[in-house]
């Protein structure tokens, strides 16, 4: 399964279970298709770069998540959909990080490896 992170903006409300319910139900519909939850993380509430209209209405502020997961393309396509269908829903997108953990755990480690260089270069450069 393709591994996927999602950015969400949802409207702001002044109580997080709003936002709580749509974060768990994005985790459920993923779940209950097969697919793996890696991760979700809250960015916060944020002014928004532009005021935003969606289903009718101007917004200016928004919460901002992210939600790292697996899962088969059809069930990105009806999780695509829900989000198209949600009200407190403002904007999302889905990056494709990759289509095997192998894949992005080596360039994972590529990474890695070049941080640890960088960082022996500056304590040579130190000492």
Known sequence: MPLYQMLCITTHYREYKHIRELVRQSAMHIMNAGGVVRSINSWGTLTLPQRMKRHGKYETLGDYWTLH???SPRTLRSLNSIM???PRVLRWTVLKLGDKVEDIAKVGQKALTAEVLQRQSVEDLVD
């Open 84 to 86: 198209r269908r949600d």
């Open 69 to 71: 997961f697996d899962t």
